[in-house]
């Protein structure tokens, strides 16, 4: 008979700091070891859950002292749900955190010479500031430690919810969740129990096989709403569902629903069919206005979002004489964001479909010094494009967490341009970058931006100049 090895298990573990990824930080015989859902100031006893050169990680089994810093999580999901890490810390330390976050990257990968690190800019809400949240129905719910300890029965597990970290087929049933405002919580139980009470089945991913699948709630600051259910079949059954939530809240501008048969629940391959109101959301950014599908890409924090643009266009400080690049553009909200303060802005973005919303954004907002490309960055910004376009002044870059390829950075140390405003959302890919551009550009100013608190992201605007 096989006898499995008990997992090893270190004693008296203190947690001196946090990582870039929110795990507690212990030395252990000048080896680290990274401990899940430890803060600075904890002492456990941790069992280690992986092993690899130079360094372990683990989870902590027992505390023999808790942390002054921690406070009690507002979310009763906390600790299994996996979407809000930090909320046993206060969001004034976990503003500190960030900020040391990117100061370590910066000067740690990026190996630079830089100026004073801006204090980090707080968002003005901590909690409620998403506009987009997507739930998954599943007929095999996660049970947590306390249900599998009562006697209940848990036949019917049906649930609607989020999906448990690095499991595809646990979906954690959720009752409130704090990351959207509150009327995403009463859509969500609405349609929750009249699918239960109406004998819907939810799918099962494993078996692949049941009804319902996939619910997308969107707002914005205005208060308007988009639902978006995804189902295997459009039939009567989804049709009875769909005008109980149009008739239940008035609030819900765009109501539509996808039908997805695939084995995956990638639904933005497939269209997506109105039932009622109008097939897209509008929200606005200063005097601007931005039309929101369901499968368009904006800034889920729009409050804070305005604010980091507003920094973007301080730090570009233009004239109204610059010729401005703006690179990754997505849907066009920073380079319309510009536009009004330079001569001309050219947006490049590898997505199509987000170009065709930028040139949409740019004729319904009545902007005409802008224009949008779509194509691979580093095959997009050649000579030729440059000689056709104009040589950039300033170059406004937000890449996705990836960073930018290095012929990009090339192509940007090459253009000529005097000042380049970078923002990134991963300090690390980000420094990687500016240690590329450091013999041509100067560092000068660096702000990080917190866009999403109750987590360890965090933002960062790096504005330079050509030396």
């Not at 409130?176 to 509150?182: A, G, S």
């Not at 988009?226 to 059954?237: F, L």
């Not at 500016?434 to 931006?449: G, I, T």
């Not at 917190?450 to 987590?455: G, I, R, S």
Request: aromatic share 10%.
């Amino acid at each position: 008979m096989k006898h499995t090895k008990p997992a090893q298990v270190y004693q008296n573990l203190e947690i001196t700091a946090l990582s870039s990824d929110g795990r507690g930080i212990a030395k252990l015989e000048g080896m680290v070891v990274f401990v899940e859902g430890a803060i600075t100031g904890d002492i456990v006893d941790a069992q280690v859950t992986r092993k690899k050169s130079g360094y372990r990680e683990a989870r902590p089994i027992l505390f023999h002292q808790r942390s002054e810093k921690r406070i009690d999580p507002t979310c009763s999901h906390f600790g299994v749900c996996g979407g809000c890490t930090w909320q046993s810390i206060s969001y004034a330390e976990q503003l500190l955190h960030k900020q040391q976050t990117v100061t370590d990257a910066l000067r740690r990968i990026g190996k630079m010479e830089l100026p004073e690190i801006d204090a980090i800019m707080g968002a003005p809400q901590d909690f409620h500031y998403r506009n987009k949240l997507e739930f998954t129905f599943s007929a095999s719910r996660w049970l947590t430690v306390e249900e599998i300890a009562s006697s209940d029965d848990f036949t019917d597990r049906r649930a609607l919810g989020f999906h448990i970290p690095g499991r595809f087929d646990k979906i954690l049933n959720i009752d409130r969740c704090y990351l959207q405002d509150e009327t995403s919580n009463r859509i969500r139980l609405f349609v929750r129990d009249f699918s239960l009470k109406a004998g819907m089945d939810f799918y099962h991913p494993i078996k692949q096989e049941g009804y319902l699948r996939n619910m997308i709630l969107r707002n914005t600051i205005a208060g308007e709403w988009m639902v978006v259910i995804s189902a295997t079949r459009a039939d009567d059954q989804l049709m009875e569902l769909l005008e109980a939530v149009k008739q239940n809240f008035p609030e819900i501008t765009s109501l539509m629903y996808t039908v997805n048969t695939k084995k995956n629940d990638v639904w933005y391959d497939l269209d997506i069919q109105l039932y009622s109101g109008l097939p897209y959301l509008e929200e606005r950014m200063e005097d601007l206005r931005f039309r929101i599908g369901p499968k368009s890409f904006y800034q889920t924090n729009p409050v804070q979002a305005e604010r980091l643009y507003g920094k973007v266009r301080e730090l570009a400080g233009l004239t109204g004489e610059e010729n401005v690049y703006d690179l990754y553009t997505g849907t066009g909200t920073i380079a319309l964001f510009l536009s009004k303060s330079a001569k001309h802005v050219t947006g490049v973005e590898y997505v199509d479909a987000a170009v065709e919303d930028a040139k949409m954004n740019a004729v319904e907002n009545g902007v005409s010094n802008v224009s949008f490309f779509a194509g691979d960055m580093k095959d997009v910004l050649v000579e030729d494009f440059f000689t056709q376009h104009g040589k950039p002044d300033v170059i406004i870059t937000d890449p996705p967490r990836a960073g930018m390829h290095a012929d990009v950075v090339k192509r940007i140390v090459e253009s000529g341009a005097q000042r380049v405003v970078y923002v990134s959302c991963n300090p690390s890919t980000q420094a990687r970058d500016l240690a590329l551009m450091d013999e041509v550009y100067q560092v000068m100013v660096v702000q990080p931006v917190d866009m999403f608190p109750q987590t360890t992201h965090v933002e960062n605007i790096v504005m330079l100049e050509r030396r």
